[in-house]
C-alpha cells in the first residue's frame, strides 16, 4: 500500500478536497447497506468525478471508490445468484424434502446460509475499508490500495479524458467554443493555459 501526503486545497465544487472525499465514501457506505441501492452506490463518486474538474486528489479517490463500489457489487451478485441456486424454495430441495431426504435438504440450508453470511463479511470488510480510505482522506493522505489502486488510477486517467472532452465544448459540426478554457493533461491531470502544447507538470504532448 502506498501512501502519498497532499498539499491542503479546494476542490472546483467550493468545498476542501478532503471533505468532498469524505463525504463520497461516507455515503457510498452508508447506500451499501441499503437494499437494491447498494448495486449503484458506486454512482455517487461517479458524479462527484465528473463535477470535479481541478483536484487529482478528488478525481482518484472518487475512481477507488468507483472500483470498490463495483467490486461490492460484482460479489454481492454472484453470491445472490449461487444461493438463489440452491435456496430451499427450489424444486431439488422441495423434491428431497417430500422423499424424507432431510439431509439434503439441510446441506443446502447450510451452504445458502454460508454463503450469505460470508456476503455480510464481505460487507463489513470492504465498509471498515472504505471508512480507513475516508480517515485518511480527512487528513490529505492517498492511500493506494494494493490492485485496486493501479486500476483506480488507469480509470482515472480514461475518465479524465472523456471529462475533458466533455468540458472542451466540441460540437457536432467540429467548431470548438470557449478555446480560452485551461487544457488538462490526459497523462497527469495537471490543470495548464488555453494554447499550451505540452504539460508544465509530466512535459506530455497535450491535445
Known sequence: MKITNIKPHKSSLGIDANIIVLFV???MAIIWW?????????????AIFFMEKESKFVSFQACTA????ILRA?????????IRIITPSTP?????IFNYNYGAALRRLDIALSLAGFAFVVGVILTVCVAGLAVA???YKELKLPL???IAEKASAKLSNMNINLQSGT???NTTVNADRPVFCGSCGAKNDAGTKFCGECGQLLT
Open 137 to 139: 482522506a480527512l487528513l
Open 92 to 96: 431439488t430441495t422441495i423434491q428431497a
Open 34 to 46: 441499503v437494499p437494491y441501492l447498494r448495486y449503484i452506490a458506486w454512482g455517487i463518486p461517479l
Open 25 to 27: 465514501f461516507a455515503l
Open 66 to 69: 468507483i472500483t470498490v463500489g
Open 171 to 173: 460540437v457536432a459540426n
Open 148 to 150: 485496486i489502486g493501479a
Open 74 to 82: 460484482a460479489i454481492d451478485l454472484l453470491l445472490i445468484i449461487l
